[in-house]
């Protein structure tokens, strides 16, 4: 008996933010602190969090930090340098200019802890020679509205800049790195985290190329002529060589703690923790999953919950305020059209969709009595409607990051 749906799917959710919080789980994956001289550097939307679990286990450290603003946490010795995401602004291109400073002139001696999470790749910002931060702000701005998968978007990026697809860690070389990352991206490929500054990278110019135009990208000349000249550090480079990546917290973990919690009382289906798609066309998906199991169950029979995580995303031809987590709940509440059995609810685990500063949405039997909820998907407005029907998920800033979290609940028939 699931007295309170709403309850219940917030619950869950909470519980998947909670076993990703670096707070409970980097320390873990922490060696014991090198003697000699160690620095920690990092960006992301978690990064923050990652620096104070590290000064908790091994004490004040040298180092400078970039995460989103409102995202800071205290530490003692590591810098924690606020910048704008998803498009980058000047505070993350001087505090990234800087952190290239800090790492001239290290030796095979020192040892360098890189901490890595999403949003690394809007905060992180190096702009490609020839490139301004105005161009760069463009091209990121046109990549998140062209509904390409993070994979792409993070593969153009990197050959736009001088700190991402490995070139961090060639910065480094001779140092040892270790480099701990939260997973934000599916098939957790350490090389798209953050679009992968410490990873070498395989795919090309030409690769970037081909994206820009699958998708209709609109970029200015300047990207055209840096691409030509990308410096993309490739797989098995020598400078490389020191450093290792350990992903230590991912999807999966977050999706298993939270089957884990709903076991006693409901039925789980996992569906992946890889789903990407055009939000709408996954809501659509899945709702006749739910509808399907809804006309299976009989009075008594235990509910039924389907997981999922991954990343969607948003082409955007409208003028709305939306993400892809309330996106999917708004598409996915019309096409349940107010089915008495189903619930759901749709987050993203940093507390963001999109780039509003509100997590995600419910969906209830009764979400459809507040109007417009055709004409708000049809433009992008999805956060404003979930605002006025009151079923927005507002978390503040969660300081993890593994991305989308789905739940969709179906009850028994009374």
């Known amino acids: ?111 360098v802890l890189a901490l890595i999470s999403g949003g690394a790749s809007a905060l992180l910002c190096a702009p490609a020679d020839g490139m301004t931060l105005a161009e760069k702000q463009q091209v990121n701005a046109a990549l998140l509205a062209s509904g390409a998968p993070i994979v792409a978007m993070n593969t153009v990026r990197k050959h736009l800049s001088c700190v991402k697809g490995g070139q961090l860690s060639a910065a480094a070389y001779p140092a040892r790195m270790l480099a701990l990352m939260i997973s934000d991206v599916p098939g957790d490929d350490p090389a798209f985290i953050g679009s992968g500054p410490t990873v070498g990278d395989g795919t090309t110019a030409d690769d970037a190329r081909a994206i820009l135009d699958r998708w209709t990208i609109p970029v200015p000349t300047s990207a055209r002529a840096a691409l030509a000249q990308s410096g993309v550090v490739p797989p098995g480079d020598p400078r490389l060589s020191r450093t290792e990546n350990v992903i230590y917290a991912a999807p999966a973990q977050s999706l298993a703690a939270a089957a884990e919690l709903a076991a006693p009382l409901a ?47 948003v082409t955007r031809t409208g003028d709305g305020v939306g993400g892809p987590n309330a996106e999917f709940c708004l598409a996915l509440a019309l096409a349940l059209d107010g089915h008495s059995q189903i619930h759901a609810l749709a987050c993203d685990t940093d507390g963001v969709d999109g780039a509003a500063e509100v997590a995600g949405a419910l969906v209830s039997p009764v979400t459809l009595h507040t109007p417009g909820a055709a004409d708000a998907l049809a433009r992008n407005d999805a956060h404003s409607w979930f605002a006025k029907a009151g079923s927005q998920v507002v978390t503040g800033p969660t300081l993890t990051n593994v991305n989308d979290f789905r739940a969709v609940l179906i009850l028994p028939p009374e």
């Open 267 to 313: 039925k789980v289906r996992t569906l992946g923790d890889r789903i990407e798609g055009e939000a709408r066309e996954v809501a659509r998906d899945q709702a006749a999953m739910a509808r399907d199991i809804a006309a299976s169950l009989k009075p008594g029979d235990r509910p039924v919950l389907l997981l999922s995580g991954g990343e969607l995303t």
């Open 1 to 111: 008996m699931i007295p309170d749906p709403a309850h219940f799917l917030r619950s869950l959710f909470d519980r998947a933010v909670e076993v990703a919080d670096p707070m409970r789980s980097l320390a873990g994956f922490l060696p014991e602190k090198p003697s000699g001289r160690v620095l920690v550097i990092g960006a992301g939307k978690a990064s923050a969090r990652m620096a104070e679990a590290v000064e908790s286990a091994w004490g004040p450290c040298q180092g400078l930090v970039i995460t989103r603003y409102g995202y800071a946490r205290p530490c003692k010795g590591i810098e924690i340098v606020c910048a704008a995401h998803p498009v980058p602004d000047q505070a993350g291109v001087d505090a990234t200019q800087r952190m290239l400073k800090l790492l001239e002139d290290l030796t095979e001696d020192d040892f």
